[in-house]
Each structure stands twice: as C-alpha cells, then as structure tokens.
C-alpha cells in the first residue's frame, strides 16, 4: 500500500497542488488517480503562471481566444475553466465513491480582488457557473475582505477553499463564516448536506519567516541564542497543531452540532504551503507532522514524490505534543516575535505574490499573443 493511501486510512486525503494541461491530456493526472495517490487538486495563479508561460500546452487555444476579441484576463479564465472541467471530470467517479468527500478540484477568483468583497462574491458566483461541475470549489481567500464573501458564498450553494489562512485568529473568522453562511441557508429552507468547504492553512512559510527572525538573534550573539536555534522549524507545526485542536473544540459545539444534525459537511482544515523551504528540514517534514483524520494535506510534485518514495505515517501526529505547541510560540512571543504581526505581513505578502504572478501570467498571454 502507498503511503498516500496509508494516510487515507488515518482519515487524511492528499491533494495535488498543480494543474497544466499536459498531465490532463497525457493520462498522468488520470493514473495517479487511479493508483490512489491523490485525492483532489488544488491550483493557484503561481500555478497557472508556470503552466501557462512555462510550456507550449496552451499555445493552440490562445489565438483563437484573441481573435474572439478576449482580454488577456478572460484568455486565462476560458483555459483555467477548460483545465479545471477536465480534471473535476477525472474526478468525478471519486467525488461520488467518497460520497462528496474527496475528488474536488480548485479554481481561485482573481488574486486583485482579495479586498474586495463585493467582486470577489460576484467572481465566485460567475466562476461556479460557468465551470458547472458539482467538485468544484472556488478558492477565496481569508483577507477581512473575503470572509463575508465566504459566508455570502457558502450560503449561495457554492463549495469554497478559504485560501492564505495564516494566523490561530482567523482560522476561527473562517471557521465562523463556513458555519455562518450554512445557518443562512436553514433560514430560507435550503439544503446544506451537498456543501463542501476545506480551510487552507499555509505552513511552511510561517517557519520560513520566523526562522529569519530567530536567525537575527543568533547572529546577534544574544543571550537568548541558544534558546532561539532551538525554536528554529517550530513555529509552523506547532501552529498547524493548535489550529487542529481548535478544529475539534469548534465541531464539538453545540453551534455545530445543530448544522450537522441537518447535514451539515466539516470544513476539513488543509494544510497548503508543504514543501519544506530550508534543505536543512527533512523535505516531506510538514506531510508527516500534520496527520490526522478529517484532514487534507495540498502538496507540489517534488513533495508527493518525496512522500511516496520515503514518507512515515503516524497516523495521529498532529494530535502529539499540543501543549509543547503551546509552549513553543509562547517562547517566541517572549523573544519578541510577535505571531499576530508575523502572521499580518504573511497575508500581506501572500496577497501580494499571487497579484504579481497573476500579472506575470496576464503579461505572459498577452507576449505570446504579440509574438
């Protein structure tokens, strides 16, 4: 048995976090499916810039999109929706084994419109149209701007990935809003057991930037060096856990225990940014620290290789060491480090990224186009 399909036995699901034409038309997507390997598919426009500006696969449609008389913008979203109909199709057969509880594929809205709530609804809204398939989920991300949007959305019929959650904070406001726009849906009559929503926590850049911080103090030569190196690699797990265990106290509710009396669907926390950063960390360390069941874990390719080739299931990992978790980011706090702000520029930075490789996309279909 695969390791893939050993987490799956803990209660985990492994999506695959890419998408490129090539491995929908060349039957790659198609068997990792069908050895068990992954579970779903997640895709953002960092992911769509490579594959769009990074290969030929899409050179044949672009021409007569233009000629159409498309913007560069629309161009994207008509092969995005072509590509995303052609994997949720693959899935499908999942989707309805599982029972609507795996087989999704993602397709995020516009990354310029994160602060704004009112396009971002109406973006969603547009996108689940056209691409018409019941495994789809439009990934929204969780700016104070997107979290009404979220619950606006849910309680429209939509699935939804809340994407670049960073903070314990607004894990809770995601939590909220899922649970929010559920309650709204009971109050007009309408069903809410085929709704399917997953919280994407994003890992390994939390390290990436509290390891730096925590670099600074040990070239510093501060009194406190030692007890910094030993933080190094801490922060993300040790977040990823804490927001586990609010997961479970939020279930147990008696708030929640109400929607799911009527069919209400977890919002499985999804662990997304898990490809290890530093080569100093084992590479499929944020895979094997964060299992647990009514979880998904997005991973790029060189992790799922990694995984499948060396990965170790224990099956409740993310339920190890929670008050060490505890402990450990109150030990950064008392070094100085304060997690609301770490958080606060990750989201910022987060925002920021995904605009400019949407321009980077955007620029790249409109040089292809001209040449």
């Given amino acids: 048995m695969n390791t893939t399909l050993q987490l799956h036995h803990a209660g985990q699901s492994i999506w695959y976090d890419n998408i490129q034409r090539s491995l929908l038309q060349n039957g790659t997507l198609a068997g990792m499916i069908a050895r068990g390997e992954i579970r779903g598919v997640t895709s953002n426009p960092s992911i769509f810039m490579n594959a769009v500006t990074k290969s030929t696969d899409y050179d044949a449609s672009l021409a007569p999109l233009a000629r159409a008389g498309l913007t560069p913008e629309q161009i994207f979203f008509a092969l995005a929706i072509e590509d995303i109909q052609a994997a949720a199709d693959l899935f499908l057969p999942l989707y309805q084994e599982s029972q609507r509880g795996d087989g999704y594929v993602s397709l995020e809205v516009s990354p ?11 973006q969603a809204q547009a996108l689940w149209g056209r691409v018409d398939r019941p495994n789809l989920m439009i990934k929204i991300p969780a700016t104070r701007a997107g979290l009404p949007a979220i619950t606006s959305a849910i309680a429209a019929g939509l699935n939804i990935n809340v994407t670049l959650i960073f903070s314990l904070e607004r894990y809770a406001a995601v939590m909220d809003a899922y649970a929010a726009g559920l309650a709204q849906r009971l109050t007009q009559d309408l069903p809410i ?12 850049r939390i390290d990436t930037l509290v390891d730096s911080r925590l670099g600074q103090i040990i070239a510093a030569g501060e009194p406190s ?14 977040s990823a856990r804490l927001a586990y265990a609010d997961f479970k106290t939020f279930i147990a509710t008696e708030r929640w225990q109400k929607l799911a009396a009527v069919g209400a669907q977890l919002q499985r926390p999804l662990w997304a940014s898990t490809s290890t ?32 080739d060396h990965g170790l299931v224990r099956p409740t990992s993310l339920e190890e060491g929670v008050d060490d978790a505890r402990h450990a980011l109150a030990e950064l706090e ?12 990750l989201e910022a930075e987060g925002v920021k990224s995904f605009a ?14 001209q040449g």
């Fill in 356 to 369: 400019e490789a949407f321009t980077v996309l955007l620029e790249g279909i409109e040089g292809r186009l």
């Fill in 334 to 345: 008392g070094l100085g480090i304060n997690m609301g702000e770490v958080t606060g520029q």
């Fill in 277 to 308: 950063k530093n080569p100093a960390y084992r590479d499929v360390l944020y895979v094997e620290e964060l299992i647990g069941p009514h979880t998904v874990n997005t991973v790029p390719p060189q992790t799922l290789l990694a995984f499948l």
């Fill in 225 to 238: 060096a030692a007890q910094a190196a030993a933080l190094q690699g801490k922060a993300a797990i040790a």
């Fill in 112 to 122: 310029y419109l994160a602060h704004d709530t009112a396009a971002t609804l109406a």
């Fill in 193 to 204: 057991d085929h709704i399917a929503s997953v919280a994407s926590f994003f890992v390994s």
